[in-house]
């Protein structure tokens, strides 16, 4: 299952509303997870099974999606969240992550 | 507190052989599914390979299939990635994870990469 998300990069200020979709090639029900990656340190899951928070994650943090398209939302952008995101999908045994999406500073 | 340490990483030529390895404490391995993702520099996540609870399943992306050999030793509380015929396209830092689960059908389970370690780097090169 190939996963495909737009856009590859984007630069955003603090304060600011980001959104960052992720398409698969096949259905995958709500088998969609999202995780965190900065450098020099491992992933970090923020949302998993579509929308579901992980716990201690915060709100400005948010997922939806089914099917084939889902989106992950950055409310209010904080200087904490200048990272790159990854949405990964384990609807098939041969689990598959996205090319990634790079928040940068404006 | 959940961890999960790695080792073994290092300097490789084309064609050997290295032995990771994943140290877990703070949860009850024998009940967790786990996972190696891999990153090269430069690039993205890339899922490797998976190992059921009991290790009676395992899991390879298409480009490690017959290479790398995931295994787990549960009274040691230490997985394993055995990688062989090594190229430099391998050239990564590897991470271990703990699956959660989060659905089931039938023997497949629907899961996410809950705890991470911190990584080991492997680099094939003469």
């Known amino acids: 299952i190939q996963l495909t998300q737009s856009p590859s990069s984007l630069s955003a200020s603090v304060g600011d509303n980001v959104t960052i979709t992720c398409r698969t090639s096949l259905n995958i029900n709500r088998y969609l997870n999202w995780y965190q990656k900065k450098p020099g340190t491992p992933p970090k899951v923020l949302i998993f099974?579509?929308?579901t928070l992980k716990s201690g994650v915060p709100s400005r943090f948010s997922g939806s999606g089914s099917g084939t398209d889902f989106t992950l939302t950055i409310t209010d952008l904080q200087p904490e969240d200048f990272a790159t995101y990854y949405c990964?999908?384990?609807?098939?045994?041969?689990?598959?992550f996205g090319q990634g999406s790079k928040v940068e500073i404006k | 507190e959940e961890q999960l340490l790695e080792s073994g990483g290092g300097l490789v030529q084309p064609g050997g052989s290295l032995r990771l390895s994943c140290a877990a404490s703070g949860f009850i391995f024998d009940t967790s599914g786990m996972s190696w993702v891999r990153q090269a520099p430069g690039m993205g996540l890339e899922w490797v390979s998976a190992i059921s609870a009991s290790g009676e399943h395992t899991y390879y992306t298409d480009s490690v299939k017959g290479l790398f050999t995931v295994s787990r030793d549960n009274p040691k509380n230490t997985m394993y990635l055995q990688m062989n015929s090594l190229r430099a396209e391998d050239t990564a830092t590897y991470y271990c994870?703990?699956?959660?689960?989060?659905?089931?059908?039938?023997?497949?389970?629907?899961?996410?990469?809950?705890?991470w370690g911190h990584g080991t780097t492997v680099t094939v090169s003469s």
């Open positions: 099974a579509t929308s």
């Open positions: 994870a703990r699956n959660i689960v989060v659905g089931r059908s039938g023997i497949h389970r629907y899961y996410y990469m809950a705890v």
């Open positions: 990964q999908q384990t609807s098939s045994s041969l689990v598959t």
